[in-house]
């Protein structure tokens, strides 16, 4: 079993819906939890870094952490066409693992 | 501030041959950790180093290698090239070691083609 699950997609949505990508994770000892977005051909870029249970608020992004449930999300309200990307969850205990991410599509 | 850099963008390198990928991190991290990126395998640790010394390695052979410098830049070192070594490399520095580690920013990687 893989440490990190994540729906690699794709997903498609038209502009303007409110987007759920999501990760569940089987180790406990994970302590912080990131939200990576990667455009093609580029590296990965942090949108949001967080270490407790609970939701961070960044502009149109929401990450959510549900310690109990090893279940993380991320909320992008308003999507736009440049929100196309594939967003990768990582979490860390000493190193960081990261799940296979999700391919979005935002069409106008 | 000046990102992670990593030299060159593109190779394209023969079965059997090695390759030397670069890295300098952000200004005032002194961490440094790199991963293979596979469209089938995803975003793979390789390893850290931190004070030019490796603290944590991933699962891959010793083909793969690294090191640090007094300035925290990082070279990866890739020997007796495998068709299946083509990969996007990516390098990812952070202020520190543990805790401090985990906010990693990362380059836009070398991508490297073995033919």
């Known amino acids: 079993q893989k440490e990190v699950e994540q729906d690699p997609g794709p997903l498609s949505v038209p502009e303007g819906a409110i987007v759920s990508l999501n990760c569940t994770y089987s180790n406990s000892a994970f302590q912080y939890f990131m939200w990576y977005r990667q455009y093609s051909r580029k590296g990965p870029e942090l949108l949001m870094y967080?270490?407790?249970?609970g939701n961070k608020e960044d502009g149109r992004f929401t990450a959510q952490v549900d310690k109990s449930s090893k279940y993380i999300s991320l909320f992008i309200r308003d999507s736009q066409p440049s929100d196309s990307a594939t967003y990768l969850c990582?979490?860390?205990?000493?190193?960081?693992?990261f799940g296979a991410g999700t391919r979005l599509a935002v069409h106008p | 501030k000046a990102g992670v850099t990593q030299t060159p963008r593109y190779l394209i390198k023969t079965r059997g041959q090695q390759v030397t990928l670069s890295c300098s991190p952000i200004?005032?991290?002194?961490?440094v950790s790199w991963y293979q990126q596979t469209p089938g395998q995803g975003l793979q640790f390789l390893f850290e180093?931190?004070?030019?010394?490796?603290?944590n390695k991933g699962n891959f052979p010793g083909r793969f290698s690294g090191r640090q410098f007094s300035n925290s830049r990082s070279e990866m070192n890739v020997s007796t090239l495998e068709l299946g070594d083509s990969a996007l490399y990516l390098c990812?520095?952070?202020?520190?070691?543990?805790?401090?580690?985990?906010?990693?920013?990362f380059g836009q990687g070398t991508r490297l083609t073995v033919v």
């Open positions: 990812a520095s952070s202020l520190g070691h543990g805790r401090a580690g985990t906010e990693a920013f």
């Open positions: 990582a979490l860390a205990y000493n190193k960081l693992i």
């Open positions: 180093y931190f004070s030019e010394t490796q603290r």
């Open positions: 967080t270490y407790s249970s």
């Open positions: 200004s005032g991290h002194r961490s």
